[in-house]
């Protein structure tokens, strides 16, 4: 009875360690979340919908107009490009050449093919991330430095699956919770099978009954100890007994 009791006590102990445990490792999957979301959030606010690339590349094109046999482009707008270390072009929808550009690098070519076009704007122009905007007279490019923005070349995303993420998503977390409740349960398991004998050998030293441990396992230093107690009472007994 008195075992039984003290292995109540253990196993409330134990599972109050391990509940812990894993309601540190939830907190901590939910504040990385939170982190992961204020980074983004800051990022964002860096990079504002208005500064956004497509953006600045649409009020350029808007921006800029002919006048007489060359282009012009407001000096606000102008200012703004250089600011952002932005270099701009415009090429001309008939001969693929380009007709106006500011801060071009003397890497760019001059002259482009359809392919040409498509390809920039979908990715990179000799390093560069370049975004694109229509205008009445060709096509506006502008381009980043190197390095400052990830393009993906295929950014499609098919409508099934964004329908079927959020399901998804449900369902590997649900996987992790049934996972970890499974993990739980084994190593709450384990460790009651190891401190069982323990708690026997404890009883029974209170009891002044001789005990014999195995001595294996990760408490074994624990079992070495009581054996050891448990000797020591025992032979003081054997020697009164022979006297």
């Not at 000096?75 to 693929?96: F, P, R, Y």
């Not at 390093?127 to 950014?155: E, M, Q």
Request: aromatic share 10%; glycine share 6%; hydrophobic share 45%.
């Amino acid at each position: 009875m008195r075992e039984a009791r003290m292995m109540e006590r253990v196993k409330k102990f134990i599972s109050h360690n391990l509940l812990t445990f894993v309601l540190c490792g939830a907190v901590l999957v939910v504040f990385n979340l939170f982190l992961f979301f204020l980074w983004g959030e800051g990022i964002a606010r860096n990079d504002s919908v208005q500064n956004t690339p497509w953006v600045l590349a649409d009020t350029t094109a808007a921006a800029l107009h002919r006048n007489g046999t060359r282009y012009v482009i407001s000096a606000s707008q102008e200012t703004d490009l250089h600011k952002k270390h932005v270099w701009a072009m415009l090429i001309d929808n008939h001969t693929g050449s380009v007709v106006w550009s500011t801060a071009l690098p003397g890497e760019i070519p001059r002259t482009y093919s359809l392919s040409d076009v498509a390809e920039m704007s979908r990715s990179y122009l000799k390093g560069y991330p370049t975004f694109t905007s229509p205008h009445k007279d060709g096509l506006v490019v502008l381009g980043y430095r190197k390095n400052s923005y990830f393009k993906l070349p295929r950014n499609n995303l098919n409508n099934a699956f964004l329908a079927n993420l959020p399901p998804f998503l449900i369902l590997i977390f649900l996987c992790d919770g049934f996972l970890l409740f499974f993990m739980y349960i084994l190593i709450k398991r384990k460790f009651v099978q190891a401190v069982r004998p323990l708690v026997r050998g404890l009883n029974a030293l209170r009891e002044k009954q001789p005990v014999h441990l195995q001595e294996t396992g990760p408490l074994a230093h624990l079992a070495a100890a009581i054996n050891q107690v448990s000797d020591r009472l025992v032979k003081p007994d054997k020697t009164d007994s022979g006297e």
